[in-house]
């Protein structure tokens, strides 16, 4: 009883300090259940850290302040501590705002930093509750341990044993058992047949009149990709003139067994469909749900007058973060297969008479899609490039690139060599550039205040690149490093990434879309007073 009634003073005043970091700002606004959480967690981390260096100085028999001097000194740290906690928390709504007024949305009301306290204290209690459960299973293994061996050695053994223990209670049942009600969660969501999309009657359409696809198996993102987007009619009335219907290819999970199977399958249809007779043709990764940004291909097939095919392959329906803990390879394996059906066909056709070839993906979408083909493979007749919109922080291509950008340009903004093969863009429009475009061109669309880019494992104990000035225009200037919280922070921010609105953080918004895709693809005949009355006509959408 007296171990469960035990609270370690340095350990709380550590945790105080970090709980009060916690609450200042990052990338995107957070709601209040997230910086709650972020809080809770960061205060049971710094009191852990706490708790052990109080533990490692008493081992090492270091001298400690006993008596009067001991209360004096623990009781001005402790006003200290909360003093710094009750002004960080009473500023927090105002950070919050500051980055809400930044994106141009609603300021939080003022009873924020009541609910952001109790919650934080509710998970701290749990965390707590759970490290003390661990520390007298490890003293249970311990005294039973000192039977056989050694005092130290019992200690050391009942450790790991602990470790292992709850490691294989949280990974092996509780994680699964999580994952498995998930992953039939997401099927059943999936196989869902929304009453707004009916089966196409245009033989041109996957699982439409002909298709060597069945409707019901597109899956609802792949059913909702084939019938959304603009139609001729849309197209003909906005241009002025008369316009084709695009062309969307789609193959769902439930198509064929295998990836081999539904790549194939994809190509088959895109010939049946006619896709390689379209004057572009978009190979598209979708992200871990399979669902494919519209403002990416509703604003390119506007540019290219309804000239033009894209092609999807779905390998997998769970959002993007479990889907790369379910089946890390499944979606890399699935675009691979894609690429080479698509560009070994397409390579086969005569030169002059074949589409421009481009590649497409967002978030996960685009990291898998920059591992679809190998550079040896395509370096006799390349692709005409890509745009990867949202490139996740794991994506080694991305990371490569920005390791090596000139030192004149942000860790946020990267400028590689003479950018005559690739450029990084955002709001702004950066892809102008002095030097002409190469053979190949490629194109990353990131936002500074993407968390999903900008997410840093190393934040842990090191400040990252992008944080140094000048900061992206979306960035708040009050952001500040601090060692593990930054960290939380951002790990938070990419579950509350949803929040930002359009334009910042993870949701890229069509007017940038316009810009990149008029870079890569360079469609023919649009004035700049068409393409600024294109931007105006998605502006309306928006509003409405």
């Known amino acids: 009883m007296r171990q469960w009634m035990y609270i370690s003073i340095p350990g709380i005043l550590l945790g105080a300090l970090l709980f009060a970091a916690s609450l200042s700002p990052s990338l995107v606004p957070r709601p209040p259940t997230v910086q709650g959480l972020v809080s809770g967690v960061a205060l049971a981390a710094g009191y852990a850290i706490g708790a052990l260096l109080r533990w490692l100085w008493g081992y090492l028999e270091l001298p400690e302040l006993r008596g009067r001097n001991a209360r004096i000194v623990t009781s001005a740290a402790a006003t200290v501590c909360a003093v710094i906690a009750l002004t960080f928390l009473w500023r927090a709504s105002t950070w919050q705002n500051a980055i809400r007024a930044l994106m141009d949305l609603e300021p939080v009301d003022g009873t924020r930093p009541f609910v952001v306290a109790l919650i934080a204290v509710l998970v701290f209690g749990a ?52 994952l498995r009600s998930a992953d039939a969660s997401y099927s059943q969501v999936d196989a869902l047949m929304d009453d707004d999309v009916s089966i196409p009657a245009d033989p041109l359409k996957p699982g439409g ?41 789609y193959v769902g999970l439930n198509c064929a067994a295998t990836i081999e199977a539904r790549a194939r399958l994809a190509l088959e249809e ?124 794991r994506s080694g291509l991305w990371r490569t690139l920005t390791a090596r950008r000139n030192p004149d340009s942000p860790a946020w903004l990267p400028r590689v060599g003479d950018g ?13 550039a002095p030097t002409p475009w190469g053979v190949t061109r490629i194109i990353f669309l990131q936002y500074a205040s ?4 900008f997410f840093e494992p190393a934040a842990l104990y090191r400040e990252p690149a992008w944080m140094a000035e000048p900061r992206g225009p979306d960035v708040s200037p009050q952001l500040r490093w601090y060692p593990i919280v930054t960290m939380l922070q951002l790990a938070a921010d990419m579950v509350a990434g949803d929040v930002a609105p359009e334009g910042y953080g993870h949701d890229y918004a069509p007017e940038d879309y316009i810009d990149a895709w008029l870079a890569l693809t360079d469609p023919p005949s649009w004035s700049g007073e068409e393409i600024e009355r294109l931007k105006a006509h998605y502006a309306r959408v928006r509003r409405h």
């Not at 520390?135 to 039973?144: E, F, K, S, V, Y």
């Not at 019992?154 to 994680?175: E, H, K, N, P």
């Not at 993102?221 to 695009?246: C, D, H, I, M, Y």
């Not at 005559?420 to 102008?432: K, M």
Request: charged content about 20%; aromatic content about 10%.
């Open 209 to 249: 009149p002909g298709s060597l696809l069945a409707w019901k198996d597109l899956g609802r993102a792949g059913r909702r990709f084939v019938a959304s987007g603009p139609s001729a009619k849309e197209l003909s009335e906005f241009l002025g003139t008369s316009a084709p219907e695009p062309i969307r290819v």
């Open 127 to 178: 965390l707590l509750a759970a490290g003390k459960v661990f520390r007298m299973t490890i003293a249970l293994l311990a005294r039973w341990l000192e039977r056989y061996v050694p005092r130290r050695v019992s200690r050391v053994c009942g450790l790991l044993a602990a470790a292992f223990l709850f490691w294989s209670l949280i990974d092996g049942v509780l994680f699964h058992a999580a």
């Open 420 to 432: 005559s093969i690739v450029r990084f863009t955002n709001q702004e429009n950066h892809l102008a």
């Open 450 to 453: 993407d968390p999903i880019t």
């Open 270 to 393: 895109l010939v049946r469909v006619g896709g390689f007779e379209r004057s572009v043709l978009i190979v598209v990764t979708p992200t871990g749900t399979g669902w494919i940004d519209p403002k990416a291909l509703d604003t390119v097939e506007y540019l290219h007058r309804g000239d033009i095919a894209s092609v999807a392959v779905q390998y997998s329906y769970l959002p993007s973060p479990l889907s790369l803990i379910a089946e890390p390879h499944y979606g890399v394996e699935t675009a691979v297969a894609l690429f080479r059906e698509i560009y070994g066909h397409w390579r086969q056709l005569p030169a002059d008479r074949r589409p421009r070839l481009y590649l497409h993906g967002l978030s996960l979408g685009a990291l898998n899609s920059t591992l679809s083909f190998d550079i040896l493979d395509v370096l006799s007749q390349p692709f005409q490039g890509a745009l990867w919109s949202g490139p996740p922080f």
